[in-house]
């Protein structure tokens, strides 16, 4: 069974530096995409970013471009996001989700099929 | 970026309704286009990929179509467990853009 198991809750002040992680279990880690969306509180979904584990090939949304890191540690099975300094404005749900990949040639087919249960990473003084 | 066009924003339907949701691409996609369900307090479930091929365990009553720049996420009768938000997302490309949600209310 796929699964993807994410660490807990935070609470952070202004200015400080946080790491969150992802660890995937029941599928080949190193051969699939994870990616990183937040939720702000009451609004949408947005895509932050998307890291290969077997090659730590990334790619960023602009939006999220320098604002945060997305790493990957694939000898632990474990993806990460990371902020060298939070502000109040991080204040979200932020969700890891693996990337299946569905069809062949042409009609190859890419969606986030399985999806961790979400760290609440609240920031404030 | 692509930008994903939701409408409605919400909507308020009863138990049986039959409801569609559209989702609009600023330029074509193919069919590099999902369905997600998220309910309260949960992450979001991957309904539909590519358009139209509905993921396992997931009731017929749900049906994608369209392909390019229009899409739409059709429930033929709404039960109590259907009502949530749903998200469109484009894989065509990075960033891989969500619509914005279409909340589905009870009446």
């Known amino acids: 069974e796929v699964q993807l198991v994410q660490s807990g809750a935070e609470v952070k002040k202004p200015g400080e530096s946080l790491k969150i992680s992802c660890k995937g279990s029941g599928y080949s880690f190193t051969n699939s995409w994870i990616g990183w969306v937040r939720q702000m509180p009451g609004k949408g979904l947005e895509w932050m970013g998307i890291?290969?584990?077997?090659?730590?090939?990334?790619r960023y949304s602009p939006s999220f471009q320098g604002q945060v890191t997305i790493s990957v540690d694939k000898s632990i099975s474990t993806a990460y996001l990371q902020w060298g300094s939070l502000k109040a404005s991080d204040t979200a749900m932020y969700y890891c989700?693996?990337?299946?990949?569905?069809?062949?040639?042409?009609?190859?087919?890419?969606?986030?099929?399985?999806w961790g249960q979400g760290t609440l990473v609240t920031v404030s003084s | 970026d692509i930008q994903m066009t939701q409408s409605p924003s919400s909507l308020s339907a009863s138990v049986g309704d039959r409801v569609t949701i559209t989702c609009r691409a600023s330029?074509?996609?193919?069919?590099?286009l999902n369905w997600y369900q998220q309910k309260p307090g949960k992450a979001p479930k991957l309904l539909i990929n590519a358009a139209s091929s509905l993921q396992s365990g997931v009731p017929s009553r749900f049906t994608g179509s369209g392909s390019g720049t229009d899409f739409a996420l059709t429930i033929s009768s709404l039960q109590p467990e259907d009502f949530a938000t749903y998200y469109c997302q484009q894989t065509y490309n990075t960033p891989q853009t969500f619509g914005q949600g279409t909340k589905l209310e009870i009446k």
């Open positions: 989700a693996r990337q299946g990949v569905s069809g062949s040639g042409n009609y190859k087919r890419y969606q986030f099929d399985h």
């Open positions: 330029q074509s996609i193919s069919t590099y």
């Open positions: 890291i290969y584990p077997g090659d730590s090939d990334s």
